[in-house]
């Protein structure tokens, strides 16, 4: 590549001076561009060291990372048209969810095998086998969004659901009775709504519009089982 | 895009009759829709009405027999082999499932409907969908017969999840194919006319549970009566759709097989919706119930 490019003025400088110097002159003084195309991933790279991982505090790699999440959770709340949920994509948001959902499903009591409730696995895998099989199928049905992606998105959009759950919690403390059904059903639908409207305001655009039914319907599944299992939670 | 697949099939029309089992015909209708899969799928809603009605003419089974041909166009270790299985728009999954919950007496819902482009969506989908409406509602009517008990406490029984799932993605995958199994076996015997595929056969067995999400939805009335007028409606609704599709299959057998093969498929079908309401709508839960309330218990049992 370098070679071909100082080709052109090759013959004239190499005629006067001994063939070795000149082309270690040329490669220096003529080549700027090339050399310059040459340093951009050089100097790019070299501000990633400044800003590494390695010489910097815990403390500050901790907060840059929750502040992506948390910033990633605003974006949930206030669904608009926004690529940051999909291009720079984690699973930290929806482990902490998913993780946070499931430990709050947990009932206090000893005997949790007799009284049906869903276990900590089993929310564990259908939140997981869940995301995994509603992304295999939008990519199936030929959707353009990549795998972690999808998962993010449906991951991080759990949240509204997670705040449901924490809402049930507080209101389960007072008396039990129609009113505080009603009550832990009108957040949970109001939730449920929320999460279906953040998640098809990401993932709806990367499907053809004739299929964009087939792709929401198994979101819509997804959160309307965790939405009863969230709604259904008896201490 | 239609025009030029008419075109083709005219130019095997006359033949195919005679070179029905020709391979060098097959070969070359494997190559021509081969080049342009992406235009297949999707044609506007108009002329695909057309290729419904051109496709119940009496020839339509060497037509379908070619369509089947551009499945097999990829390997199948790789992702868009298995994309050709959810190879389907929005208005042909409302259809298929229009066709499996108005059975129109004489016609085929393979032939119909499916038409050698079955897909997994339909079925997979309805089978998740029925696992949790039936996990969901038994568990509400459950509620609603002890509704008003002081000493009920309430719970989700989740468990029940996992049984439905096991019970219906079991029926949905494991019958289709000993039925496929059991097809091919009379089709080396004797020659039938109609022959389907496996996913043909699964296409057919997924999108023929549908009704019985809406059934499983008002099976929450705690109401005998009416639980079993709409089971019976669901049977015969599904029933007649599994019937017709696999009486042509079965036709040209010994008068005596084929009345047993659909009289197998209505008897498993009939099993499946009696044993999900036995098991998951009158089972009450008597070991999470103190002994106090046996004698409400029953007259629940008994309304």
Same mark, same amino acid.
Request: glycine fraction near 6%; hydrophobic fraction near 45%.
């Given at each position: ?27 220096? =003084? ?10 951009? +991933?050089?100097?790019?790279?070299? $501000? ?15 907060? $840059? ?52 409730? +869903? ?18 199928? =939008? ?38 009775? +129609? ?15 929320? =999460? ?38 008896? +201490? | &895009?239609?025009?030029? #697949? ?20 097959? &070969? ?37 027999? @070619? ?20 190879? /389907? #728009? ?21 032939? !119909? ?6 897909? @997994? ?9 029925? /696992? ?7 568990? !509400? ?19 029940? /999840? ?21 097809? %091919? ?5 004797? %020659? ?33 009566? /009416? ?31 084929? @009345? ?7 008897? !498993? ?12 709508? #009158?089972?009450?839960? %008597? ?17």
């Amino acid at each position: 590549m370098a070679e071909a490019a100082e080709s052109p003025g090759d013959p004239v400088t190499a005629s006067s001076r001994p063939l070795f110097a000149g082309l270690s002159d040329i490669s220096i =003084s003529q080549d700027i561009p090339v050399e310059g195309e040459i340093t951009i +991933p050089m100097r790019s790279r070299i $501000r990633e060291f400044d800003s590494s991982t390695l010489n910097e505090s815990v403390q500050n790699t901790v907060m $840059r990372d929750l502040k992506a999440v948390g910033k990633k959770f605003m974006h949930v709340l206030y669904p608009r048209k926004s690529n940051t949920l999909l291009r720079d994509w984690d699973l930290w948001g929806p482990l902490i969810l998913c993780v946070t959902l499931a430990l709050m499903l947990q009932r206090g009591s000893v005997d949790s095998e007799k009284d049906g409730g +869903p276990q900590f696995a089993e929310v564990f895998v259908i939140v997981w086998f869940g995301a995994v099989t509603i992304t295999l199928n =939008s990519k199936l049905l030929g959707g353009n969004i990549s795998f972690f992606q999808s998962l993010c998105v449906l991951g991080y959009c759990i949240l509204p659901l997670t705040v449901a759950m924490l809402v049930c919690r507080l209101v389960l403390l007072a008396e039990p009775g +129609p009113i505080n059904f009603m009550v832990r059903l009108f957040v949970v639908i109001v939730m449920f709504a929320w =999460s279906i409207v953040a998640s098809t305001a990401f993932l709806a655009d990367s499907q053809p519009p004739n299929r964009k039914a087939l792709a929401v319907y198994p979101v819509f599944l997804f959160y309307f089982v965790i939405s009863w299992m969230i709604l259904t939670f008896t +201490p | &895009m239609a025009a030029v #697949d008419d075109l083709q099939f005219e130019e095997f029309g006359d033949v195919a009759a005679s070179l029905a089992a020709n391979p060098d015909a097959t &070969m070359v209708s494997i190559e021509d829709p081969g080049e342009t899969p992406k235009h297949q799928p999707g044609p506007p809603r108009g002329s695909g009405r057309e290729e419904d009605d051109e496709l119940l003419g009496n020839d339509d089974s060497d037509k379908t027999e @070619l369509l089947a041909g551009q499945k097999k166009s990829s390997p199948f270790w790789t992702f868009e082999y298995y994309q050709t299985f959810f190879d /389907v #728009d929005t208005y042909q999954v409302f259809d298929r499932i229009k066709g499996s919950l108005l059975p129109i007496p004489g016609k085929n819902f393979v032939r !119909l409907y499916v038409r050698s482009n079955p897909d @997994l969506y339909g079925p997979f989908w309805i089978c998740a969908t029925l /696992v949790f409406a039936i996990a969901i509602s038994g568990n !509400l009517s459950n509620f609603l017969i002890h509704l008003g008990q002081k000493t009920y406490h309430y719970v989700p029984e989740f468990r029940k /999840v996992s049984i439905a799932a096991t019970v219906i993605y079991a029926y949905a995958w494991l019958v289709p194919l000993a039925l496929w199994g059991f097809l %091919m076996w009379r089709n080396s015997k004797v %020659m039938n006319i109609v022959s389907y595929s496996f996913l043909e056969i699964v296409c057919v067995y997924g999108y023929s549970l549908f009704i019985y999400i809406p059934t499983a939805i008002l099976w929450i009335i705690p109401q005998k009566a /009416v639980r079993w007028i709409l089971v019976m409606i669901a049977l015969g609704v599904s029933g007649s759709v599994l019937a017709m599709t696999f009486w042509p299959a079965v036709r040209e057998d010994n008068r005596r097989v084929a @009345l047993a093969t659909i009289v197998t498929i209505v008897l !498993l079908h009939m099993l499946l919706s009696v044993g999900c309401l036995a098991y998951f709508f #009158d089972a009450p839960e %008597m070991d999470h119930l103190p002994t106090t309330t046996v004698a409400p218990n029953q007259t629940a049992k008994s309304s």
